[in-house]
């Protein structure tokens, strides 16, 4: 991918870690980000693949064309399971082992203390 092209996808990543940051740290409502938690992690997913793909087009192949998918799928699918929202206080907790359950928010913890 040429340098220019690196730079637009990085640009686009950006654009999209604002609104992200805002809907996931400054937000503290844990059932609305539950609930749109999934399609916006896809979307992203979604936004990453078809960018990456169109600003590599030049030097497309199969390889690079599933290697794209695979790695914005996995990473799509990795967050919508690794990131889970304290109901108490609506805080946003990243797990990094997915499938956990269990929601230890330190926050709470404090607290409760
Ligand atoms: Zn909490």
Redesign the pocket.
């Known amino acids: 991918m040429p340098f220019k092209n690196m730079v637009i996808l990085a640009v686009i990543w950006c654009a999209l870690v604002v609104p992200n940051a805002v809907f996931y740290f400054v937000n503290k409502d844990a059932k609305l980000k539950r609930k749109n938690h999934g399609w916006w992690m896809w979307g992203i997913g979604f936004v990453m693949i078809v960018s990456s793909l169109w600003l590599g087009r030049a030097q497309m192949n199969l390889l690079y064309f599933f290697v794209i998918i695979a790695i914005n799928a996995a990473f799509s699918f990795y967050y919508t399971k690794a990131i889970v929202f ?6 946003t ?1 990243f797990h990094i082992y997915p499938f956990q359950k269990t ?1 230890n ?5 404090d607290k409760r203390q």
């Not at 928010?105 to 913890?109: K, T, Y």
């Open positions: 304290c109901d108490t206080c609506g805080k907790i929601v928010c330190s926050g709470c913890a």
